[in-house]
């Protein structure tokens, strides 16, 4: 992502899938600049003359982070709500954190004009968070899949390239397999995310089934290539069962999972 900050200069942003506090623990001996040469190395040569052309004081390395659905917690107060990033913070891959704020906003002006007296005012609150619960959900899981999930659990497809198999991994061979099905899948999830702004029922089936179906499918695919089953509900089973529950499930089907990548 590129910004122009006036004057001729720009500031260029690269969103990497690291570990918490990388900045901090990850070794960089020759500096930024090489670190990030050998992360995009076999990238276009302009990603490497802007790199060439960065002082190292200029790079900084800062975590984003998103949070789980408030899906059993209440958004509201008495007659004081919450809205945007303070009930729903999301990645900024789609572009969403601040348009989910904006539905926010619509939603919750439509039940207070409905209100004949301030006392009403709690109640009104608890049906602007029922309408916006499962759609900000649904695009807080969309983002982390942009983010985390396309990076982590596809590949470059495999390939055969002067009679050698390239990337002949789980991975790899998945990712070619995918790609008739992902252009489906962006389809369907930018109809989902510019389709359904206006919350008219709590639950948007007409665009959000075929999301949830391909997204399980894609979902599937990816945990396999990972061996992690963190990957597959990466909110939903942690914020209702508890953490420590979560993390049982996910190391013992990391257990299973490797092996289909043994059998290629």
């Given at each position: 992502m590129?910004?122009?900050?006036?004057?001729?200069?720009?500031?260029?942003?690269?969103?990497?899938?690291?570990?918490?506090?990388?900045?901090?623990?990850?070794?960089?001996?020759?500096?930024?600049?090489?670190?990030?040469?050998?992360?995009?190395?076999?990238?276009?040569?302009?990603?490497?003359?802007?790199?060439?052309?960065?002082?190292?004081?200029?790079?900084?390395?800062?975590?984003?982070?998103?949070?789980?659905?408030?899906?059993?917690?209440?958004?509201?107060?008495?007659?004081?709500?919450l809205?945007?990033?303070?009930?729903?913070?999301?990645?900024?891959?789609?572009?969403?954190?601040?348009?989910?704020?904006i539905?926010?906003?619509v939603?919750?002006?439509?039940?207070?004009?409905?209100?004949?007296r301030?006392s009403?005012?709690?109640?009104?609150?608890?049906?602007?968070?029922?309408?916006?619960?499962?759609?900000?959900?649904?695009v807080?899981?969309?983002?982390?899949?942009?983010?985390?999930?396309?990076?982590?659990?596809?590949?470059?497809?495999?390939?055969?390239?002067?009679?050698?198999?390239?990337?002949?991994?789980?991975?790899?061979?998945v990712?070619?397999?995918?790609?008739?099905?992902?252009?489906?899948?962006?389809?369907?999830?930018?109809?989902?995310?510019?389709?359904?702004?206006?919350?008219?029922?709590?639950?948007?089936?007409?665009?959000?089934?075929?999301?949830?179906?391909?997204?399980?499918?894609?979902?599937?695919?990816?945990a396999?290539?990972?061996?992690?089953?963190?990957?597959?509900?990466?909110?939903?089973?942690?914020?209702?069962?508890?953490?420590?529950?979560?993390?049982?499930?996910?190391e013992?089907?990391?257990?299973?999972?490797?092996?289909?990548?043994?059998?290629?």
């Amino acid at each position: 992502m590129i910004t122009d900050i006036g004057k001729g200069r720009y500031q260029y942003y690269a969103f990497l899938a690291r570990p918490p506090g990388s900045a901090e623990t990850e070794a960089k001996p020759d500096g930024s600049v090489a670190y990030l040469k050998a992360i995009f190395a076999g990238w276009s040569p302009d990603v490497h003359a802007i790199l060439d052309a960065t002082a190292e004081d200029e790079i900084q390395q800062r975590d984003l982070y998103d949070r789980p659905p408030s899906s059993l917690r209440p958004w509201s107060e008495g007659p004081v709500g919450l809205l945007g990033d303070s009930v729903h913070a999301m990645m900024p891959n789609l572009g969403q954190g601040g348009c989910q704020a904006i539905e926010d906003a619509v939603v919750l002006a439509q039940e207070l004009k409905k209100l004949d007296r301030r006392s009403a005012a709690d109640s009104a609150l608890v049906t602007y968070r029922n309408r916006r619960l499962v759609r900000s959900a649904a695009v807080q899981g969309l983002s982390r899949f942009a983010s985390d999930i396309i990076i982590r659990g596809f590949d470059t497809p495999a390939k055969i390239v002067d009679g050698r198999l390239e990337n002949f991994n789980y991975a790899g061979i998945v990712t070619r397999l995918l790609q008739p099905v992902l252009p489906v899948f962006f389809f369907v999830q930018f109809e989902f995310l510019y389709e359904g702004w206006r919350n008219e029922a709590a639950l948007d089936l007409k665009s959000g089934l075929p999301l949830f179906l391909l997204g399980a499918f894609l979902l599937l695919a990816a945990a396999g290539a990972v061996g992690d089953a963190a990957i597959l509900l990466p909110f939903g089973v942690e914020t209702i069962f508890g953490a420590e529950v979560f993390t049982t499930i996910s190391e013992s089907v990391a257990n299973i999972l490797p092996s289909l990548d043994g059998l290629l």
